[in-house]
């Protein structure tokens, strides 16, 4: 079976959480979503990039979370949650996936 990138669990992650919360208006359930994309690609970090890739893609992918929210006041919310998706799996792709 192919291997799914970590950077694709990740960017997932964000925008399945978001769906998921906007179209069942329950934001608990998105962030189920997210979580669990999140201990994916972090379990997926750790075996490919070890505890520091881990360590520092998990930041990355929190911090994502937390700053899609001052950015959708902005830009709306589902740019900002594409943008920062496309953020983290960049990041996971440098870090990781490339390799």
């Given at each position: 079976?192919?291997?799914?990138?970590?950077?694709?669990?990740?960017?997932a992650?964000?925008?399945?959480?978001?769906?998921?919360?906007?179209?069942?208006?329950?934001?608990?359930?998105?962030?189920?979503?997210?979580?669990?994309?999140?201990?994916?690609?972090?379990?997926?970090?750790?075996?490919?990039?070890?505890?520091?890739?881990?360590?520092?893609?998990?930041?990355?992918?929190?911090?994502?979370?937390a700053?899609?929210?001052?950015?959708?006041?902005?830009?709306?919310?589902w740019?900002?949650?594409?943008?920062?998706?496309?953020?983290v799996?960049?990041?996971?792709?440098?870090?990781?996936?490339?390799?």
């Amino acid at each position: 079976m192919a291997r799914v990138p970590a950077s694709v669990v990740a960017a997932a992650g964000l925008v399945g959480g978001y769906g998921v919360a906007r179209w069942t208006e329950k934001r608990a359930l998105g962030g189920v979503a997210l979580a669990a994309a999140g201990v994916v690609a972090a379990r997926e970090w750790q075996r490919r990039g070890g505890n520091g890739a881990a360590a520092a893609l998990s930041g990355v992918y929190v911090a994502a979370f937390a700053g899609s929210h001052p950015l959708a006041k902005k830009v709306g919310a589902w740019p900002s949650v594409f943008a920062v998706a496309g953020a983290v799996a960049a990041a996971s792709w440098v870090v990781v996936d490339r390799k």
